[in-house]
Nanobody, 114 residues
């Protein structure tokens, strides 16, 4: 199982980024996926989740209405579209497969600053 995040970077407040997580080594379409983030000096926190078949999405209150999680099972990829970014969104963002072993990617840095 391998999860590889990409798409992070430096963005000004109010800007947008789209993170990607490319999955391999398992049947991607069969698993729910999640995004987490960890800011400096803080615990890792759950951001968003998407189910495998019915495509139900859930969001942390702190990102609801600004972030959108989606998946492309043909490309074995889960995305996190982040709009109206705020400085408090600055963190390392991780992709996670919670079931069947709890796998994590290496993370991608998102910095929101003017």
């Amino acid at each position: 199982v391998q999860l590889v995040e990409s798409g992070g970077g430096l963005v000004q407040p109010g800007g947008s980024l789209r993170l990607s997580c490319a999955a391999s080594g398992f049947t991607f379409s069969s698993y729910a996926m999640r995004w987490y983030r960890q800011a400096p000096g803080k615990e890792r926190e759950w951001v968003a989740a998407i189910t495998s078949v019915t495509i139900i999405t859930q969001y942390a209150d702190s990102v609801k209405g600004r972030f959108t999680i989606s998946r492309d099972n043909a490309k074995n990829t889960v995305y996190l579209q982040m709009n109206n970014l705020k400085p408090e969104d600055t963190a390392v963002y991780y992709c996670n497969r919670p079931a069947g072993g709890d796998y994590w990617g290496q993370g991608t840095q998102v910095t929101v600053s003017s």
